[in-house]
């Protein structure tokens, strides 16, 4: 079999020493027992394998075998040749073509029917025809990441190719690799995804979401958090065209510090969608996934730093205002409320007004309407985006579920050395002398518990008192300690 690949693989070299492409036919049965293994049909860059509900093999996969089994072409599978000095264990990877090359192969490996039939249930005639029948292939000469996304793109302007399984056929690039491999497992590399993305035990469904990434739809929302992280202020748009298109262009992204601030986002997700098992018994819809991340952003945008100290209540909370603002006949059917006008102005309006809608013609619209269209229409829409956190905080009090934090989280060099001057040079828990090496600058009142970083706030105690404390004040802890020594 190794020698069959050689021979192959000599034939095509000798085909492009003065062509950047060749042509290569093969019959099925060759392309099973020699050529398929020496080709990577799934690469980074090629979409996955479509699933109908929760079928493996559907409707896609059905109809290819029946072209072949009825002898139709069922047309150019486009291949390029790995070069010598790529360290990868396959000869040949895939651009084009890979559910045929995929299905294919499974079909006669027997892992799904046709008309109720496998391949070992036809007719030995039948067997050896398929197995005769010619594939076509283009292979091209080694190719850079960029070139083969391109001829990719070029081959798919016309098939049912999504946006993101475009952005995706940028192959190994770092943004590209970074949303990949945050949402699924890549068998090239053997990731771990983000336990948010995570599967369940049959590999049918995922963990904690109640759709799953059929057609790279979880890559496409992790694309619109990061691009969100690519901006000033977080809470936005992001369409197709052409925020990601330009984010997946731009080499000059600092890759680090998007995977950090987007595991954070995540992670707030994933104890977003534990609240809602916890209370409900359910997984994270898609709705509230988008709502959710509205939210967050929003925190970011306006206190920049704060604690969330039960995720449970957070979600009960968020999840209460959400029905209200979802229900078409509760409270906001009637009545009035302001809203932001097309030129920026705040204006009071009754809530079956049509300047909610404003991108279809006029008609009466409710606010659960308006909010429901927002929150399910353009992704690029800066305006319809905010506009949805402005309707869900009349109803969701954000500083009940918080602890904002101020942002000055240490004091001065010269706050301490005053403090420190001010209590004589002794430590203000257990009032002997404090030498500056051995002091610390402590927040009398936690900052971790929404207290200010300001002079009022500051005791100088010892070192060891200050790691003690956590979350203590000064007076508890100081009390506490008294008592120990009664």
Known sequence: MASDIRRIKREIERNLK??????????????????????DCLPLGQRLPILQGLELYGDKAKSIISCILEGEHIGVITLVMLSDTEVYEFEFESIDGGHRKRY??????????VDGKFFKDLTSEEQEEFLNYDLDFCVYKPLSVFRKGEIFRNLNTSTDVNF????NSFGNIPIANLIRETVRVV???????????EMSVSGKANRYLDFINNRLVHDHMFARIVYRYTQDEYLGGSSDEPNLSEMYKDESLDIS???????????????????RN?????????????????????LLDTYKTFKITDYDKFYNTFKTAFEILCDNKGKYATGEIEVENEE????IIQTDCHKFDLDFEERAISLQDAFVKYLSGDFG??????????????????????????????????????????????????????????????????HSLGNPTVYSNLAMVRKKYNLEMKTMSVTQYKEERMAIAA
């Not at 294919?104 to 029917?113: E, G, H, K, L, R």
């Not at 510090?257 to 977003?272: G, I, N, R, W, Y």
């Not at 359910?282 to 509230?288: I, V």
């Open 18 to 39: 003065k062509k950047k492409f060749t042509t290569l036919k093969c019959t099925i049965g060759e392309y099973c027992d020699v050529f398929y293994a020496a080709i």
């Open 104 to 113: 294919i192969f499974a079909y006669v490996d027997n892992q799904f029917s």
């Open 164 to 167: 993101i399984e475009m952005l």
């Open 187 to 197: 068998q090239q590399i053997a990731n771990t995804c983000h336990e948010l993305f």
């Open 257 to 275: 510090k998007l995977k950090t601030k987007s595991k954070v986002h995540l992670d707030f997700l994933l104890h977003m969608a534990v609240a």
């Open 278 to 298: 916890n209370s409900m018994g359910l997984k994270l819809s898609k709705r509230e996934f988008k709502m959710l991340s509205y939210v967050w952003f929003h």
């Open 344 to 347: 920026g102005d705040t204006e």
């Open 381 to 446: 829409n800066d305006k319809k985006t905010i506009q949805t956190v402005t309707w869900l905080l009349m109803e969701f009090d954000l500083e009940s579920v918080i602890i904002p934090l101020d942002k000055k989280r240490a004091f001065t060099w010269r706050e301490k050395e005053r403090k420190l001057t001010e209590q004589e040079f002794k430590c203000a828990i257990d009032g002997e002398n404090l030498l500056w090496p051995d002091a610390h600058a402590a927040h009398i009142d936690a």
